[in-house]
Nanobody, 116 residues
């Protein structure tokens, strides 16, 4: 059973930084894509960042230049470094992975709150 566990969320002042982590366990198939989504109250889920197995990265326009996604395959972990945080970045952040069968799995979410 595939499990994703996120950590690193919390409360931070505007301009501050946080690093989210997502540890994957129980996967018997190679992971093709790792990514982060977020959902703020009253808003639709938004793709934040994606990294593929060849190292390609895609970012939402709203976070380009401030956020960085990375992965450590040996630790089966993905990271989202978030710098220069803004109140609009406050949301529940969800990590996900997609394996080579194109099956997707999601974490439980971690809350990020940015105070102005």
């Amino acid at each position: 059973q595939v499990q994703l566990v996120e950590s690193g969320g919390g409360l931070v002042q505007a301009g501050g930084s946080l690093r989210l982590s997502c540890v994957v366990s129980g996967s018997s198939f190679s992971i093709r894509t790792r990514g982060w989504y977020r959902r703020a109250p009253g808003k639709e889920r938004e793709l934040v960042a994606v990294i593929t197995d060849d190292g390609s990265r895609v970012y939402a326009d709203s976070v380009k230049g401030r956020f960085a996604i990375s992965r450590d395959n040996a630790k089966n972990t993905a990271y989202l470094q978030m710098n220069s945080l803004e109140p609009e970045d406050g949301a529940v952040y969800y990590c996900y992975v997609r394996d080579i069968r194109s099956f997707s799995f999601w974490g439980q979410g971690t809350q990020v709150t940015v105070s102005s």
